[in-house]
Structure formats: C-alpha cells, structure tokens
Nanobody, 115 residues
C-alpha cells in the first residue's frame, strides 16, 4: 500500500527557513504527481505547491518566490524548501501523491512560525 511520511516540520522564527521532506513507498514514485498542501486551524486544506511526473511546477500565489518544490525520483522523495517564513505559513503540511485520479495522503507535519 501507499505510504507517505513527511518530516522536517518544527518551530521557526519569522523570516526563517525549513525544508520539508516526504518519503514515499509502495508506489512507482516517478509515475505520480506530487503535491504539498497545508491546513491551518479552522481552515480548509489548500494546495501549496505541486510537481508533475514531467517536473512541471505550480505554486499558490501566497508562496511564490519563497517556497521551492522539488523531487528526487531515485530517493522516492519530494521536498518543499520554505524561505522567508511568515506567521501565516503556520499550518500542518501534508504530502499528496496522485495518479489516474487516485490520491494518497501523508499524516502531516506541523510548521509553526512564531517569535
């Protein structure tokens, strides 16, 4: 079965950086579109960034220029480099793998931006 395990979250001051990782198993990773979503308390889960099997990339407007998504198919891992973090980036960040309309989710990793 598909397993997605996120890591790298934590507490960081405004203006700081974090790098999230999502390690996948149980799938042929290179055949899956990968995405990062986030969900703040009391809010809906929203797309942050996505990278396709062909490495086409898209970002939410709120993170453009600050976040970078990448993938390493040899390591079955997708990354989210987050710079210039703001308090409004505080959320649980979820990894998502999708192929042919079927999606799987990780358990999430908490990112808290606070002084």
């Amino acid at each position: 079965q598909v397993q997605l395990v996120e890591s790298g979250g934590g507490l960081v001051q405004p203006g700081g950086s974090l790098r999230l990782s999502c390690a996948a198993s149980g799938i042929i990773f290179s055949m899956y579109d990968m995405r990062w979503y986030r969900q703040a308390p009391g809010k809906q889960r929203n797309l942050v960034a996505g990278i396709s099997t062909g490495s086409r990339i898209n970002y939410a407007d709120s993170v453009k220029g600050r976040f970078t998504i990448s993938r390493d198919n040899a390591k079955n891992t997708v990354y989210l480099e987050m710079n210039s973090l703001k308090p409004e980036d505080t959320a649980v960040y979820y990894c998502n793998a999708e192929r042919a309309g079927r999606a799987s989710w990780g358990q999430g990793t908490q990112v808290t931006v606070s002084s």
